[in-house]
């Protein structure tokens, strides 16, 4: 019992804030029930006028002209609600999901990355797309067929009893009140409970699905193609299983949904035949019966998108609600040179893993201006330095200053925008390459883009292209080769003017020869910059004033521009 009052609870919170994120369709969607209930009363007038007019028109009783003019006028009246509805309804369903997307994205965007970092990418990305599509089906096709399949259903069973009495209409009026009370919530909570677990494993397939996509390389790297099909297959037949358990519930609730039309006309009829009724009246309220009963069947139809609409609200209900950990402080970073970094006595443990210490007691300092190298295996802690640097999360014990204070006073805005991250992983958006270098800077000119572009060594390429500034960059990047994705972030990350700067493997797709231009630019560009670079390899650390080697999540040693480390000895 109570675990039933906290589902109800749950669900009665949850469309309270949907109707709260809503509001601006509820007057559209109001017109859009009006209009749809005005259709329905003048199909089943129409079909109730056809009936009757084909007996009477036989029997001489009705002229074919008024027949057809009743009939036209009928027509024109169903077409112009039908249409106004459609009109107002996708109004509804545009607007509806433009609110839902630009409340999700405005709720995550000050939690990120931290809220992105801890929830895994392919159920963020099938909330924000799928779950949100089906909300706005609830909106679009549910509430209106809903109301109208009660009311106007209710409001032509009452006509029909007053015109032609209660003895020829009592079996149908029964079968309609089966129709609309009882055969649409049977099953309900066990339909809803199946789509909810049919929803969690559609969500853990695409998350397996984009795993398995963007390692690629590490799948067939490590020989473990059959691993993840086995894995994928497994997945798979879950959804195929929960499907089928909801989809079950509604195929037996469609299935006997079928049958009373049939059922009603021939109840009619019988009735009418036998008690000598007037033949243009069976016809009518026979024809009526073919068409009455599509209010009770939009409430089915809609009821069989309820369970998967209100299991996606709730998703998404709960990440829009997720608290925000990261927040603001009171101090605006605006530092007029270069910064300088210190780490202080930093411990951290992701969040899903408190107990396996992933920085324990780092002591780091770095002085304004210096160039710095963090070298080390992958997963001994050196990214996660840099991460805290930029707030991506505070760490368990000890803090991080910039400029002698912790990064924790600091708005957010600013201390990201004073201190530039050039990831392992660049990102582009689908874009031309002046648009995603002003994503950093939009006032940004061509003669400063171009300055940038010239350090990272990529300006001499993009002036041989026909479009130069203008070409498009494709999806991720995909027009342009690695080396140049990589060269083009690092080249807009430049173009922000940052104070400090943060390179985690930014030339692992750079040639040697390349590699050492850039360095020799990027020192006479660093100049009143701090810069940190992370990587597994060391050409020539004498360029650079500290090197740092991070082990086990422990600073194991220290060097100022040391010789001796090199590749090998990082292995």
């Known amino acids: 019992m109570e675990k039933n009052e906290n589902r109800s609870a749950r669900r009665a919170e949850t469309v309270r804030w949907l109707l709260s994120v809503t509001r601006p369709v509820l007057k559209p ?15 089943a007038a129409l079909f109730a006028f056809a009936g009757a007019a084909v007996v009477q028109t036989v029997r001489g009783r009705w002229s074919l002209v008024y027949a057809l003019a009743v009939l036209t006028v009928l027509a024109a009246v169903k077409a112009a609600a039908a249409y106004l509805e459609q009109f107002s309804g996708h109004y509804v369903a545009f607007k509806s999901l433009e609110l839902l997307r630009t409340t999700a994205f405005a709720a995550l965007w000050p939690k990120a990355p931290y809220v992105t970092g801890k929830m ?24 209106a067929p809903v109301i109208t399949g009660v009311a106007v259903t209710g409001v032509l069973a009452a006509a029909g009893i007053c015109l032609a009495g209660i003895e020829i209409t009592a079996i149908p009026v029964l079968l309609l009140f089966f129709a609309v009370f009882i055969l649409p919530p049977a099953g309900f909570g066990r339909a809803l409970r199946a789509t909810g677990r049919s929803l969690q494993a559609r969500r853990e397939l695409a998350q397996w ?24 297959r497994k997945l798979d037949l879950r959804v195929k299983d929960t499907a089928c358990a909801a989809v079950a519930v509604r195929a037996a609730r469609r299935g006997i949904g079928g049958v009373l039309p049939p059922a009603a006309m021939t109840a009619v009829i019988a009735v009418g035949v036998g008690g000598h009724r007037d033949p243009a009246l069976i016809a009518a309220l026979a024809a009526v019966c073919m068409r009455i009963f599509e209010g ?40 007029a040179g270069a910064a300088a970094v210190q780490w202080r006595d930093v411990s951290y443990a992701y969040p899903g893993a408190p107990d396996r210490p992933v920085l324990d007691r780092v002591n780091i300092q770095i002085e304004p201006g ?32 910039l400029a002698g204070r912790p990064v924790g006073e600091y708005e957010l805005d600013t201390l990201r925008r004073a201190v530039a991250f050039v ?11 002046a648009g995603n270098m002003r994503l950093g800077a939009p006032g940004a000119g061509e003669e400063e883009m171009w300055e940038a572009l010239e350090v990272a060594q990529l300006a001499g390429e993009i002036r041989e292209m026909p479009l130069g500034l203008n070409t498009p960059t494709g999806v991720e990047g995909s027009a342009l080769s690695g080396g140049q994705v990589q060269r083009l972030c690092l080249a807009r990350a430049l173009l922000t003017k940052p104070r400090v700067i943060v390179l985690d493997e930014f030339s692992a797709n750079l040639n040697v020869e390349l590699e050492r231009k850039i360095r020799e630019n990027l020192r006479h560009w660093s100049r009143g910059v701090t810069l940190l670079e992370i990587t597994h390899r060391v050409e020539n650390p004498a360029h650079y004033d500290r090197v740092f080697r991070i082990e086990g999540g422990r600073c194991a040693r220290i060097g100022n521009g040391m010789p001796d480390i090199g590749e090998a000895g990082i292995r």
Do not use: W
């Not at 969607?29 to 199909?43: D, G, P």
């Not at 998967?308 to 998703?315: L, T």
């Not at 990831?423 to 390459?433: A, D, F, G, K, V």
């Open 29 to 43: 969607l109001y017109f859009s029930v009006l209009m749809r209930a005005t259709e329905q009363i003048a199909a």
């Open 120 to 143: 895994r990418t392919g159920v963020m990305l099938t909330a924000l797309t799928r779950d949100i599509d089906r909300i706005e089906v609830f909106y679009a096709h549910t509430i």
């Open 209 to 232: 699905l984009t795993d398995s996509v963007f390692g690629a390389e590490e799948v067939v790297g490590y020989g473990r193609e059959k691993v993840r099909f086995a894995g994928l």
């Open 296 to 335: 009770p069947r939009g409430i089915e139809d809609a009821l069989g998108g309820v369970d998967s609409a209100f299991a996606a609200a709730r998703r998404l209900y709960l990440i829009c609600h997720e608290p925000q950990v990261i927040r603001d402080g009171p101090q605006t970073f605006l530092p």
């Open 370 to 401: 210096e160039n710095a190298l963090f070298v080390g295996h992958s997963g001994s802690g050196k990214s996660t330095l840099m991460q805290l640097l930029l707030r991506y999360d505070d760490p368990r014990a000890g803090e991080v200053l």
């Open 423 to 433: 990831p392992q992983r660049p990102e582009l958006l689908n874009s031309t390459i």
